[in-house]
């Protein structure tokens, strides 16, 4: 243990995400490059709660909650329009999600390796808390 305090790397500047996501992939992917834009340096992925609870958008228990609090990610394709124009190799993302957090990092590093990116220069977390949406 050290004594002192944590201290950011000054040659590494501060990931500044927004957690957001909302109604399509495509509205989402709309809203990332504007942040990205703005000077946002990572994204932070909101998913609505039938992708947290491993509910594909046209299950029956997902009706009226798809899109609302969060985007919907069923498939690659959904993944791809997510991050349509944003390089995966350049960017650190963070994925707020449950039990599908191994299914989503998958989608996630398949669209890597279609964009072409080197595996190893990808960043960011995942989160896999399944109790967290059920307390």
């Known amino acids: 243990m050290t004594d002192k305090p944590f201290q950011h790397a000054p040659d590494k500047p501060w990931i500044f995400r927004t957690y957001a996501g909302h109604s399509t992939a495509e509205k989402s992917n709309a809203l990332y490059r504007a942040n990205l834009a703005a000077g946002q ?3 932070s992925v909101a998913f609505d709660l039938p992708t947290q609870t491993a509910y594909e958008a046209d299950h029956v228990l997902a009706k009226g909650e798809v899109g609302k609090v969060g985007v919907p990610v069923s498939h690659l394709g959904d993944m791809r329009a997510l991050f349509k124009d944003i390089p995966l190799e350049t960017m650190n ?11 989503m990092l998958a ?3 398949a669209l890597a390796d279609e964009q ?5 220069k990808l960043q960011g977390t995942t989160q896999n808390d399944l109790i967290k949406e059920y307390l």
């Not at 072409?116 to 190893?120: C, E, F, L, T, W």
């Open 41 to 43: 340096t990572g994204l």
């Open 93 to 103: 993302t963070s994925m707020t999600i449950n039990a599908p957090a191994a299914w």
């Open 107 to 109: 989608l996630y590093v």
């Open 116 to 120: 072409g990116a080197d595996r190893k």
